[in-house]
């Protein structure tokens, strides 16, 4: 597959934060995207793609927006010490975050616009929902979301690493096919009946909690603010990994639920 012939050299050092999910947690949140979307939907999204140079497939081509690190800002959400939401108008301050990635990009895609600039935006916006779901991408600028902080044992590098990669593959494997229909079989109507009744401010509060609940290790609260934890370095054992392997599982899928339903009313209209 082409894809698999572009050789990615190295970390980007001038942007806020690593990536969000590995590239096997992206795909596997579009890959589910695409098995649960609409006949029609599907359609739709093989003729985009079909007129893409580098990706075979919606599930390699959500890992776009990483190769190289592009529209830096957009990958993530940075929130003061002191909040414990999002706040109701969306992006924080002036500057542009996932949330306005995913209204600017659901805006072309569901557009009557260019082919190829709808195919652009699919790729955005697949990559966008795997972003605002990855927990440490709903954080905070001084640690940037986790490149800040080390960890030890079971995972290596620093914590933000930890979340995209190394414990997706303890959860779900490396076998992006394989992980989808694993995660989509545990799937109940009542669970997606109850996480498409949402919108994406929703999905990014949900990672905001989980970034700052005790077990991630992330920050710790202090007179109301979630304070970052001088000099730690998290271990990374097997209890950290028990505890988070569930929270992981159910974020790719939502994110790919999320994504089908979105695709389905944009595809739709």
Known sequence: MRVFAILFIGMIALTDRAFAW???GHQIVCEIAYRLATVDTRAAIRKLVRNDQEYDTFSEACIYPDHPHRRAPEHFVNLPRTAHELPPEGCPGENPCVLSAIENDATI???KGKPADRLIALKFLGHWVGDIHQPLHVSFA??????GIDVSGLCSGVLHATWDTCLVMKAVGKDVDAAASDLIDTLTPAMKGEWVQSEPRDWAN???AITEAVQTHYCAMQGGACSKIEGAQVEIDEAYIAANTPIVR?????AGVRLAHL???LFAD
Do not use: A, Q, T, V
């Not at 001084?142 to 490149?147: L, T």
């Open 22 to 24: 590995g590239d096997e």
């Open 109 to 111: 895609l569901g557009s």
């Open 142 to 147: 001084d640690d940037k979301g986790g490149n």
């Open 206 to 208: 949900e990672s905001f």
């Open 250 to 254: 159910e974020r790719l899928l939502k």
């Open 263 to 265: 695709l389905d009313k």
